[in-house]
């Protein structure tokens, strides 16, 4: 499974909205019902941090400025109001496929 | 407090072996699959393998297949990976991470280890 974001690099001023597109090459809906597509930011010199699972829960303690959304292929990251602490480098993974490996998006770099 | 500490990294030359460590605290280890994930210098992030709570059933990205091996101590709480004729391509910053069981994202990661494989 190929995961492509868009865009790669991501001006953006602060109090602005920003979004983040990750399209797969297969559909990541599970017979379930869940789409199995997580969001991560990786801050400067820091490991990644979950931000949205299954396509669009919030992680625990991420500020609701972030949300999710999209099934199958399709997917966004949206950012309501960008703030300065949101800069960093933002991941989408696949953990639908099974056997894996599990695929990461290319990475799309957000900066002020 | 949920925390993983990797270990282990260093400087090798290409052909050589080393092994790395994930040590878990703050929760039950051995409730969870473990995966390792690395990110070469300014790229983004390759998985590269996923042990079940278990230990059955280990799955490997193509890049490291027949060359990496991961395996885990429950009893101590570690996650190890075996790299084996280690290439210049496998320069990178290693992170283990632990699975949701419900979800499937990792979510808690280490703050990774260097592995720098030079002449």
């Known amino acids: 499974i190929v995961l492509t974001q868009s865009p790669l690099s991501l001006p953006v001023t602060p109090g602005e909205p920003a979004s983040i597109s990750c399209r797969s090459s297969?559909?990541?809906?599970?017979?379930?019902?869940?789409?199995?597509l997580n969001w991560y930011l990786q801050r400067p010199g820091q490991p990644p941090q979950l931000l949205i699972y299954?396509?669009?829960t919030r992680a625990s303690g991420v500020p609701d400025r972030f949300s999710g959304s999209g099934s199958g292929t399709d997917f966004t990251l949206r950012i309501s109001r960008v703030e300065a602490e949101d800069v960093g480098l933002y991941f989408c993974?696949?953990?639908?496929?099974?056997?894996?490996?599990?695929?990461f998006g290319q990475g799309t770099k957000l900066e002020i | 407090q949920m925390q993983l500490v990797e270990s282990g990294g260093g400087m090798v030359q290409p052909g050589r072996s080393l092994r790395l460590s994930c040590d878990a605290s703050?929760?039950?280890?051995?409730?969870?699959?473990m995966h390792w994930v690395r990110q070469a210098p300014g790229q983004g992030l390759e998985w590269l393998t996923v042990?079940?709570?278990?230990?059955?059933?280990?799955h490997y990205a193509d890049s490291v297949e027949g060359r990496f091996a991961i395996s885990r101590d429950n009893s101590k709480n570690t996650l190890y990976l075996q790299m084996n004729n280690l290439r210049l391509e496998d320069t990178a910053l290693y992170y283990c991470?632990?699975?949701?069981?419900?979800?499937?994202?990792?979510?808690?990661w280490g703050q990774g280890t260097w592995v720098t494989v030079s002449s």
């Open positions: 991470a632990r699975e949701s069981p419900s979800s499937g994202a990792f979510d808690l």
């Open positions: 703050g929760f039950i280890f051995g409730d969870f699959a």
């Open positions: 993974l696949q953990a639908l496929q099974t056997p894996p490996p599990y695929t």
């Open positions: 299954m396509g669009s």
């Open positions: 042990i079940p709570y278990d230990g059955i059933n280990r």
């Open positions: 297969q559909n990541l809906l599970y017979v379930n019902g869940n789409n199995y």
